[in-house]
């Protein structure tokens, strides 16, 4: 078995220097037979690696995955001879640290295909390898090279758009997932999972290796590492923790069936059917005191105590401030209308 596979196009710098690369199908855990095949006709020795192919190569590579009968990917590697940018086939055997931009784009590309949902490759040291780029309407341009491109684009009479200046790219340019709906596409970076039936407003953001599980919808902000359940309703505005900076490490999510107020926000992952009420941050250590059926305090707690709880609401009480948590007694129900992506 092999860890993944994928024949792809990407980008080099003037000193060759990979940027980024497309994998129009990328295999996840495919036939050990490609890495031979890889091997025969790539020099590929095992391990971890970004192949360089030529034409030629690519050729007989073709040919080989047409008669082990990988027809899909033949395709592919024909496609790319004579390709104005450079080709790569990346193998991976395992799924250790990546040590070079094709395999990171193979991995992130993994997650956006939806093969391997967030949290289930190894991503560690990935920002090393992700150079800052700008990213254009004519594709990924290494900073120190943007300004001749810019005047070349002027003197051809064209304008060259910079779209963004990042280290990821926006994950439409690399793959649009079946069923999703997405009104900005610049607010889902490559290596968002994004599940079938997911509208994702202008106000909605899904950071790498974060996702959902679809339906839902989304008009807040999933932080990388943060799994959003299906069914459940992210307000405008709202906010899930992140871990990446500012001292978090608590692993959020929510559950099914959840709604998160409009500028609300959660420092703790919520079970099933829970509801924060808009403009309620809940952080991990909030007080919250637990309400019974008439509103009397039951007890007070941190609201991590209360971490992936389900069925609750949260609210902050309009007269003394206090956060409060009752059970919820109706929980969401996503608008048919509003969520059909077809
Ligand atoms: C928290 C929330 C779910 C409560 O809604 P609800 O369950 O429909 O509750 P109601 O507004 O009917 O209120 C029920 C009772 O609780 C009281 N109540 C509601 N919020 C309260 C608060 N923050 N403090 C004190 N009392 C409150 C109401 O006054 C009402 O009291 P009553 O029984 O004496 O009439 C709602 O206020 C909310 O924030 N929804 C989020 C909507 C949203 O942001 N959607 C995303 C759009 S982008």
Not at 62 to 88: I, M, T
Not at 253 to 273: E, F, K, M, Y
Not at 289 to 295: C, F, G, P, S, W
Request: aromatic residues 6%; negative net charge; glycine residues 12%.
């Amino acid at each position: 078995m092999t860890f993944a596979f994928g024949i792809g196009i990407g980008t080099q710098n003037q000193k060759g220097e990979w940027l980024e690369a497309f994998y129009q199908s990328p295999l996840y855990l495919p036939d050990a037979t490609l890495a031979e095949l890889a091997g025969n006709t790539l020099g590929y020795q095992g391990g971890n690696k970004a192949l360089d192919a030529s034409d030629e190569q690519l050729k007989q590579f073709a040919e080989g995955l047409r008669r082990a009968g990988f027809e899909d990917q033949a395709k592919l590697a024909e496609k790319a001879v004579g390709s104005q940018r450079p080709a790569v086939v990346t193998v991976l055997e395992n799924d250790d640290t990546a040590s070079s931009t094709p395999e990171v784009y193979l991995k992130l590309q993994l997650i956006s295909h939806r093969l391997v949902r967030p949290h289930g490759l190894k991503l560690d040291g990935i920002f090393g390898l992700l150079p800052n780029l700008a990213w254009t309407n004519e594709g990924a341009i290494d900073l120190d090279e943007l300004p001749e491109r810019q005047m070349d684009a002027r003197i051809a009479g064209r304008l060259l758009e910079v779209k963004s200046v990042d280290k990821f790219p926006q994950m439409t340019d690399y793959v649009v997932p079946k069923g999703v709906r997405i009104a900005d596409t610049a607010r889902v970076r490559l290596g968002a999972y994004v599940g079938e039936g997911t509208t994702v407003m202008h106000e909605g953001f899904i950071n790498f290796n974060a996702g959902t599980e679809g339906p839902g919808m989304i008009e807040g902000r999933i932080s990388a590492g943060v799994v959003i359940g299906s069914g459940s309703d992210l307000g405008g505005g709202c906010s899930t923790m992140g871990t990446l900076s500012g001292g978090g490490n608590i692993i959020i999510s929510v559950g099914d069936n959840c709604l998160i107020g409009a500028n609300a926000g959660i420092g703790v992952p919520l079970g099933d059917r829970c509801t924060v009420e808009a403009g309620l941050y809940l952080t991990a250590g909030t007080k919250v005191a637990v309400l019974d059926d008439e509103n009397n305090v039951v007890k007070v707690l941190k609201a991590r105590d209360l971490a992936n709880k389900s069925d609750l609401l949260f609210r902050r009480n309009s007269e003394n401030g206090a956060v409060e948590c009752k059970t919820n007694k109706s929980a969401v129900e996503l608008n048919d209308q509003l969520h059909a992506n077809n």
